[in-house]
């Protein structure tokens, strides 16, 4: 089983997002699942053009030279593909937008009904790979990733890609504070780990599992003086 995994947090690997990332893909693994994970940060992407070279003139082939032409064929191969972002302004963040944008050459130009729908249907051999999205964001309540969900359903239903489910973590930004203050918090990475290793393995993630990984952290009311008083220090020291 073949599993392409995307990080489009400019903190790559020292990111938030990577803190429940790399324990689900590290699941994966452990399940026997084929795992290649690359950073928009060290991609190059330019954003789609909208020239639809890809659909007339060149079928399937983008006129831009780049980063995709070796990401494209293994989105095709992928039986799992892993977004993973963080929230930026109730979205994904724009490198995974220029990402997802630049897939439309593996969609063909033409209309078709699917399930009732208007959609494109997809070149070469139609596979319905499985989609997660792996996200975390500043702020406190689980509704924050609301329009990342409704756009992941979206995006799955317009790829003819089965959602397979989300691991979201709310005040994404206590886990590292929390850590170095010796709290324990290791539940939520196990549990990260114990989901990638469900969904090759048993082809789903449990609910149970994944509520665990978006688990309260601290009181709402904490989190805001907590962040508040750091920020306030931060903001003293540089007029020191
Ligand atoms: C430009 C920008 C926009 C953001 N927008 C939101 C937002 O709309 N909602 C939210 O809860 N957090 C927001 N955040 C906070 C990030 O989601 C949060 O810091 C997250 O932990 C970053 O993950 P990373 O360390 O993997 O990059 C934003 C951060 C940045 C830099």
């Excluded at 392409?4 to 690997?13: E, G, R, T």
């Excluded at 690359?38 to 330019?46: A, H, P």
């Excluded at 729908?117 to 139609?126: A, D, F, I, S, Y």
């Excluded at 206590?174 to 969904?199: N, V």
């Amino acid at each position: 089983m073949k599993v392409l995994a995307i990080n489009s947090s400019p903190k790559m690997a020292k990111g938030n997002t990577a803190m429940i990332l790399i324990p689900f893909l590290e699941g994966m693994r452990e399940a026997g699942a084929e795992v290649e994970l690359f950073y928009t940060s060290k991609l190059n992407i330019k954003p789609c053009t909208g020239e639809i070279n890809c659909w007339i003139k060149t079928p399937g082939e983008c006129y831009q030279k780049d980063d995709m032409q070796m990401l494209l064929p293994k989105i095709h191969e992928a039986d799992i593909m892993v977004f993973a972002t963080p929230v930026y302004v109730d979205g994904v963040t724009g490198p995974m937008k220029n990402l997802i944008d630049r897939m439309v050459p593996l969609a063909k130009p033409f209309f078709e009904l699917r399930n009732g729908h208007c959609r494109h249907p997809l070149r070469g051999e139609v596979k319905s790979n499985k989609v997660v999205l792996v996200s975390n964001c500043g702020f406190w309540e689980m509704d924050n990733f609301e329009p990342l969900l409704v756009y992941m359903k979206a995006y799955c239903k317009n790829a003819s890609s089965e959602f397979s489910g989300a691991l979201l973590r709310p005040h994404g930004e206590a886990m590292g504070p929390m850590i170095e203050m010796g709290e324990h918090i290791d539940d939520i990475f196990k549990a990260a780990k114990e989901a990638g290793y469900q969904l090759v393995k048993e082809g789903k993630m449990s609910i149970d599992t994944l509520k665990i990984v978006g688990r309260e952290l601290l009181p709402l009311e904490m989190y805001i003086q907590i962040t508040n008083q750091s920020l306030r220090e931060a903001l003293n020291a540089l007029k020191k």
